[in-house]
């Protein structure tokens, strides 16, 4: 198997087991999910599995500027029963 074509395959898999976990978890998807950050602070934000648009990705958490702080912090998907 070639290089190239491993890390896709890796790519791949990791992109599955994430959603999976996500799903699993009671979280959204995708698109406009609820997210808290460390203060305790919820809003909503983009949040696609695998990809980081508007944030920095720290394995399952993100750095983003909380819109109702107005501060840098790690925020995480909110379950959808929370």
Known sequence: MSRR???RLLAL???AIE???TW??????GGH???RCR???RFTTLWIPGVSLTSLRLGWWRLKRC???H????????PKDA
């Open 39 to 41: 203060d305790g602070h």
């Open 13 to 15: 898999v990791s992109f």
């Open 19 to 21: 959603v999976s976990a």
């Open 24 to 29: 699993r978890s009671g979280y959204g998807l």
């Open 33 to 35: 999910v609820e997210v």
């Open 71 to 78: 501060h840098w912090s790690l925020v995480t998907p909110v």
């Open 5 to 7: 074509r491993a890390l």
């Open 67 to 69: 819109p109702v702080g």
